[in-house]
């Protein structure tokens, strides 16, 4: 019989390790790709956030005009979820994905060589459709392949991921400007859909059996909405995040207008200042992955709106003072970093609400959450560049609509 010293590692031992460290590098590999998928949103959205004003002055468009292009794009994003959801909880989640992700490479392309504002407008509504596949079959293969408090951790490590890319969009955009004109910036992002669209086909695997895909057609995906719609606590959880979804994108669409036209930084330094309130979201978000499994997401719901209500306050309460930037930068940074709170909580909360169906209740989740930029985002356009108002208006009031909706819906059940 033989004998192993104390410290020795066996051959079968080794394979052990070696296994486990080739299980943990897939599954780190396969997070980054679904959080890479995930960010479809911000990344469509706030690379080209610093060159909107060149793009409005280069297709002699009006600021409302030009901020059409990103509510196009929320529009593409918000209801081809719709389509993608259920199609993958019928379909499969990889089919689907990759047509999706070949769709956003060449509608990106096809927005490099856009001649009006108008045509941009479609080809960025199209990109959004497309790029809403990535964001509703992503959180579809985390209800398949993870349950419990796994859902939430992974969830916020999703927003992590989508928190790290409106970080490195805005900062990539505005180098950019520096080389080549917001043409170039749909350039990469075609590059960036083509290497997912790579990594989709090369590195994910089907995690939908056969056998529990949804049957019956059109008449199942209604009855699957129905019974989501009739849900309070779901209902609840996707009105708060169309309320503060409509927040976010007041700020996305308004502050590059507010930053550079009416204070008069450069589009760099707009950059640096959208990368720093990124960061804030990037670190809530892991405060939520540690809290989860000790803190309720109903909780930490809460406490996210919590936050978030009075900090929204504080901005129209500093544009009203004109307290300037050192009145307004504080205030968006404690508004826009609290997401990382509510978001991943909203989601986990909801989706929980459906296993069985997690395609359809991700499409729901995440129509509503784009809607409310849908219509907030050309709102923020309507008083033109001079002042900074309307987009004040619409983050206080909606994030305090999210705390009353979350209290009346979720908190009361």
Request: glycine share 12%; with cysteine.
């Amino acid at each position: 019989m033989s004998e192993t010293s104390p410290g020795s590692t066996t051959s079968a031992d080794a394979s052990v390790i070696q296994s486990s460290s080739s299980e943990r590098w897939r599954r780190a590999s396969r997070v980054t790709l679904l959080g890479a998928l995930s960010a479809f949103g911000p990344l469509s959205i706030d690379m080209y956030l610093p060159s909107l004003p060149a793009l409005s002055h280069d297709l002699s468009a009006s600021a409302s005009a030009a901020q059409l292009t990103l509510s196009a794009c929320l529009l593409g994003l918000a209801f081809g979820q719709i389509v993608a959801g259920p199609l993958s909880d019928a379909l499969g989640r990889r089919g689907p994905l990759l047509v999706g992700m070949a769709m956003y490479a060449l509608s990106s392309f096809l927005c490099t060589i856009a001649p009006s504002v108008y045509l941009l407008v479609f080809l960025r509504l199209l990109q959004g459709i497309a790029g809403a596949a990535g964001i509703a079959i992503a959180r579809a293969i985390v209800r398949d392949l993870y349950t419990g408090v796994a859902v939430a951790r992974v969830f916020s490590l999703l927003v992590l991921i989508s928190g790290i890319a409106p970080i490195l969009a805005p900062l990539l955009g505005g180098f950019l400007l520096r080389f080549t004109s917001w043409r170039g910036v749909f350039i990469v992002l075609a590059l960036v859909g083509a290497v997912l669209f790579l990594g989709v086909a090369f590195g994910l695997d089907e995690t939908l059996p056969v056998s529990q895909r949804q049957r019956g057609g059109l008449r199942a995906i209604v009855t699957v909405f129905s019974a989501l719609l009739g849900d309070r606590v779901f209902v609840g959880c996707a009105l708060s995040l169309g309320l503060v979804g409509a927040a976010l994108f007041a700020y996305i669409s308004g502050s590059p207008f507010v930053v550079q036209d009416i204070y008069g930084l450069s589009p760099q330094v707009f950059s640096l200042i959208f990368g720093a309130n990124s960061l804030g979201i990037a670190i809530a978000s892991q405060i939520n992955g540690r809290l989860a499994g000790r803190v309720s997401a109903r909780h930490l719901l809460c406490a996210g709106l919590a936050i978030m209500a009075p900090a929204g306050l504080a901005v129209l309460l500093a544009v009203l003072t004109h307290s300037g930037l050192p009145g307004l930068l504080p205030a968006l940074f404690v508004t826009i970093a609290s997401l990382g709170i509510v978001f991943p909580s909203a989601i986990t909360l909801g989706m929980n609400r459906s296993p069985s169906a997690a395609g359809s209740a991700s499409a729901l989740l995440g129509v509503l959450q784009f809607s409310g930029g849908v219509i907030s985002a050309p709102l923020v356009g309507v008083a033109g560049t001079s002042t900074a108002l309307p987009m004040a208006l619409i983050i206080a009031v909606s994030a305090a609509g999210a705390l009353l909706v979350f209290i009346v819906l979720v908190r009361g059940e």
